[in-house]
């Protein structure tokens, strides 16, 4: 199983609502990302995952909360998120950290968010 | 930060010509590594190259990476309609543990 698996696919929102992003995988990584991309625009890091540990946080709004309850999930919650937080999420992983490893993200397909 | 920056292209071509698109970055690196997206959807990881290599072959792709310039290029032969996509390098950056997208080239290959 070479996949990471990420729910729900479209989300729409309110600047009210309280919601939860979902990533899976089952390959052993021990390593897991959140990016947030613009339409047109590069994939930008958000948080990373070190054996559970939350290990960069890339000075994201508190409105956006990580969570890694094992080492093959990975959450995001949400909350009072403006109109301007909507975008593609990507989940990824790593077997280990992309530095010391020399190696592959793998990503998911991506939560597709609206905030109205 | 972004590390890794391309050439802002976009490309259009005819299936079975070449694509060749270029990636710029500012510090040193570990490795850089090549994506595709498809349609705005995940990212599919396609190469890998090493600080110390300087060109890697994975069936129709060509990376070279000169660490001198601080810059990549991949090339695609024969390109096919398949091949349309966006393009992104990411360097994964000595010291951290991140893995930082430059901003993509969009290929398009007309069948």
């Known amino acids: 199983d070479t996949e990471v698996t990420q729910t729900p696919k479209h989300l729409v929102m309110g600047m009210t609502n309280k919601k939860s992003l979902k990533c899976e995988q089952h390959?052993?990584?021990?390593?897991m990302y959140w990016y947030k991309q613009k339409a047109k625009k590069p994939p930008e890091l958000m948080f990373v995952?070190?054996?559970?540990?939350?290990?960069i946080n890339e000075s994201v709004p508190s409105r956006f909360s990580p969570e890694c309850p094992n080492s093959s999930l990975l959450n995001l919650h949400l909350h009072a998120l403006q109109p301007e937080d909507s975008a593609l999420y990507l989940c990824?992983?790593?077997?280990?950290?992309?530095?010391?490893?020399?190696?592959?993200?793998?990503f998911g397909q991506g939560t597709r968010l609206t905030v109205v | 930060s972004q590390q890794g920056e391309e050439d802002p292209q976009a490309l259009s071509i005819q299936e079975g010509e070449n694509a060749t698109m270029n990636c710029s970055y500012k510090?040193?690196?570990?490795?850089l590594q090549w994506y595709r997206q498809n349609s705005g959807r995940g990212l599919v990881h396609l190469i890998l190259?090493?600080?110390?290599?300087r060109e890697k072959h994975s069936g129709r792709l060509r990376v070279t990476l000169d660490t001198s310039k601080k810059s990549s290029s991949l090339l695609i032969t024969a390109s096919r309609a398949a091949d349309t996509a966006s393009y992104f390098c990411?360097?994964?950056?000595?010291?951290?543990?991140?893995?930082?997208f430059g901003k993509g080239n969009q290929v398009v290959v007309i069948p």
């Open positions: 510090t040193s690196i570990n490795n």
């Open positions: 390959m052993g990584h021990r390593a």
């Open positions: 995952y070190s054996y559970e540990k939350l290990s």
């Open positions: 190259i090493r600080s110390n290599e």
């Open positions: 990411a360097t994964a950056v000595r010291g951290n543990n991140r893995l930082a």
């Open positions: 990824a992983s790593s077997q280990t950290g992309l530095v010391k490893g020399n190696t592959e993200a793998f």
